[in-house]
């Protein structure tokens, strides 16, 4: 029976991804340059420290590694210490799709950033000891906890800036999640039988049509399983945090979508 669900998810997501791929892109100390090139207690004056993750470029100012114990025990520069105010971090070539979500992980007392993002332009200048975000729009109110897809739903942004609020946050690592531009144009029908309106979830599932889900783990095991109505929502609190496929029948067709339970 584990077999048999493996080789379903793996068909239904198959299908899924042709129609919208989402890739998650990582920021930490590792791809940054490690804490060699970080160092700790070194703001560098506000020069622009640059990096390339994944063939796309990133910026960061007012930006370090953390020293020893602080704000947990731990070894130095294992996490990006955020200067309050004026810790920036940012990408400075477009990302390949809309960006979805993006997300701080924190250490300690997880202190509250803003979120910028635009579609045309870098958002942080290059000039030394400047701080401040010079495009795009903020999105959402300022939060300690990242932002969910609903903050950038009917955007097209491809650049983001996070920055720092009135302390200094210790990040662990910034999360970007982003549509890949791999859209096939014969999947248009697939497209119009929508079934999961946010592809990006938190607690609830909301749901475009009356139909049984399922929903599938990357392992092919039915992990919940429901009977929705149009504009309801499902509760998915208890689910882990990863990648789920939902299933289900939209006027008289098989529709599958993946979904990222944060």
Do not use: C
């Not at 493996?6 to 042709?18: G, I």
């Not at 294992?78 to 992980?105: C, E, F, K």
């Not at 010079?134 to 969910?148: I, K, L, M, P, R």
Request: charge should be positive; glycine fraction near 10%.
């Amino acid at each position: 029976m584990k077999k048999f669900y493996s080789l379903f998810a793996a068909a239904v997501l198959a299908v899924t991804v042709t129609a919208q791929t989402t890739k998650t892109l990582v920021i930490n100390t590792a791809n940054i340059g490690g804490t060699a090139v970080l160092n700790t207690g070194n703001y560098n004056g506000g020069a622009e420290r640059t990096w390339t993750t994944d063939g796309i470029g990133f910026g960061g100012k007012a930006i370090t590694g953390t020293a020893a114990n602080t704000p947990v025990t731990g070894p130095a520069g294992a996490h990006i210490q955020a200067q309050a105010n004026n810790g920036v971090i940012y990408n400075t070539t477009a990302l390949p799709g809309r960006i979805v979500s993006v997300t701080i992980n924190s250490v300690g007392t997880a202190q509250v950033s803003s979120l910028f993002g635009g579609n045309s332009a870098r958002l942080v200048n290059s000039a030394t000891a400047n701080y401040t975000v010079t495009g795009g729009t903020q999105v959402g109110a300022a939060s300690s906890t990242g932002w969910s897809a609903t903050d950038l739903e009917g955007t097209n942004y491809t650049y983001f800036a996070v920055k720092r609020g009135a302390n200094a946050g210790y990040i662990t690592s910034i999360e970007i999640v982003y549509e890949e531009a791999t859209m096939a144009v014969d999947n248009a029908n697939a497209i119009k039988a929508n079934l999961v309106k946010n592809t990006v979830v938190n607690n609830e599932i909301s749901f475009a049509a009356k139909t049984d889900v399922q929903i599938i783990n990357m392992n092919g095991q039915v992990v919940k399983f429901a009977s929705v109505n149009e504009n309801t929502s499902l509760e998915v609190a208890s689910l882990p945090k990863g990648t789920y496929i939902v299933t289900g029948n939209v006027n008289g067709k098989a529709v599958s979508q993946k979904i990222i339970k944060k």
